[in-house]
T-cell receptor, first 113, second 109 residues
Framework: GAGVSQSPSNKVTEKGKDVELRCDPI?????LYWYRQSLGQGLEFLIY????????KSGLPSDRFSAERTGGSVSTLTIQRTQQEDSAVYLC???????????FGQGTRLTVV | EDQVTQSPEALRLQEGESSSLNCSYT??????LFWYRQDPGKGPEFLFT???AGEEKEKERLKATLTKKESFLHITAPKPEDSATYLC??????????FGAGTRLFVKA
C-alpha cells in the first residue's frame, strides 16, 4: 500500500482479555518497529523487526506482550490478559533499512476497561 | 542510560514570530538524530535526520541544527498550520531509537 496501515484504529477491551493489533508496512520496507504512546508522553520503543526476526525485544513491558512478523511483511502485536495500564496508542512504523527515515501508521488506540 | 529531553513542553507563538525548539540528549555515541512532526490523532511524520555535529538541514520554514549535546529546530515566520507536536529522537547504537516527550507548538493567526 501507499503507507503504513494499522488495524483496528480503535479497540476497547475488558480487563483480562487478549487483543491483537495488526500492522501492514510499506511494501519493500525490511525494518518494522512498534512503539507505545501514552497520553502526553513520548514514544516508548517496544520491538524492532528486521525481516521476520526480532533482534531487539527489550522494550516489551512484560511477558504478556509478544509480536511476530510473517513473510517479511505484516506484523501482529499481541497483548494477553490486558490490564488498564496497557491503555495507550500503539504505533507501528516501517523503514527501508534499520534506523533510516521511518514512516508511521495512524496507530491503534487501545482502551482497557 | 540514553536520554532525550525536549524544551519547552509547550510554546505559543503569534504568526510570523520566529523561535526555536530544543532537544538535549545524552547518548554514548550518537549515530543519528531525528525530528518528527505529529498532528493530533495521527502518527509522527518524518522531518529530518542529522548525523554529525555541525550538520544543518532545512525544509520550508524549518531548519534543524546539531551540536554534540543538543539539536535545535528553528521555525522562521511560523504559520497556524505549523501548529503540532514536534518530536526529537536519538539513535545511539543498538536497535532502539529514544524519543523525547515532544514540544507542543501553537501558532496563533
Amino acid at each position: 500500500g501507499a503507507g503504513v496501515s494499522q488495524s483496528p484504529s480503535n479497540k476497547v477491551t475488558e480487563k483480562g482479555k487478549d487483543v491483537e493489533l495488526r500492522c501492514d508496512p510499506i511494501s519493500g520496507h525490511t525494518a518494522l518497529y512498534w512503539y507505545r504512546q501514552s497520553l502526553g508522553q513520548g514514544l516508548e520503543f517496544l520491538i524492532y523487526f528486521q525481516g521476520n526476526s526480532a533482534p531487539d525485544k527489550s522494550g516489551l513491558p512484560s511477558d504478556r506482550f509478544s509480536a511476530e512478523r510473517t513473510g517479511g511483511s505484516v506484523s501482529t502485536l499481541t497483548i494477553q490478559r490486558t490490564q488498564q495500564e496497557d491503555s495507550a496508542v500503539y504505533l507501528c512504523a516501517s523503514s527501508l533499512r534499520w534506523n533510516t527515515e521511518a514512516f508511521f501508521g495512524q496507530g491503534t488506540r487501545l482502551t482497557v476497561v | 542510560e540514553d536520554q532525550v529531553t525536549q524544551s519547552p513542553e509547550a510554546l505559543r507563538l503569534q504568526e510570523g514570530e520566529s523561535s526555536s525548539l530544543n532537544c538535549s540528549y545524552t547518548v554514548s555515541g550518537l549515530r543519528g538524530l531525528f525530528w518528527y512532526r505529529q498532528d493530533p490523532g495521527k502518527g509522527p511524520e518524518f522531518l529530518f535526520t542529522l548525523y554529525s555535529a555541525g550538520e544543518e538541514k532545512e525544509k520550508e520554514r524549518l531548519k534543524a541544527t546539531l551540536t554534540k549535546k543538543e539539536s535545535f529546530l528553528h521555525i522562521t515566520a511560523p504559520k497556524p498550520e505549523d501548529s503540532a507536536t514536534y518530536l526529537c529522537a536519538v539513535w545511539g547504537g543498538g536497535f532502539k531509537t529514544i524519543f523525547g516527550a515532544g514540544t507542543r507548538l501553537f501558532v496563533k493567526a
